[in-house]
């Protein structure tokens, strides 16, 4: 028995035609949406690990500050009193920044806020440095004193004024590397587009 087959041609209403139009479009779109995103893989790392960076901050800077605003009398020294502002100043930008920070991570290939970020932390390191460098001198003068001008060393009769002290320029200090990394992420991310 041979088999037979028949083949019907029936016209595709409008609304086939314009439901597959529909569709058409839609897959354009997702494709366009599938490339920018496979584009932006590494600067979406990027974006990620700029994030997790700013965090790691706030969590270092501040703990040390809270820990010399209780335990040495910074507001008796005008470089002290400068240094927990400028660190203040620091830990509430880097809270503010995480909205830009989240923004490079849902779209990689966000040039302006990759920009305002690089430009924002290349100032807020600046500060931050400045501030370090002017309580660092401070801090030395309190382990080793001045024998030229009689300066006396205090960290033997204020020791814990002296743990706080240097505690909080190290803690600056990583501080710094953190902003140093943030800024070349930054960089590295521009570079690209």
Known sequence: MAKESTTIDIGESSTVTKSRSHVVVDEKKKKRFVAATAGGGYKRGLAIFDFLLRLAAIETLPFFTQFLQFQAGYDDFATFQFFVIAIAIVASYLVLSLPFSIVTIVHPLAALSRLILLISDTVVVMLTASAMAATAA???????????????PICQQFGDFCQATSSAVVAASIGIVFFILLIVISAIALKRH
């Open 138 to 152: 401070i801090v030395y003068l309190a382990h080793n004193g001045n024998p030229n001008t009689n300066w006396l």
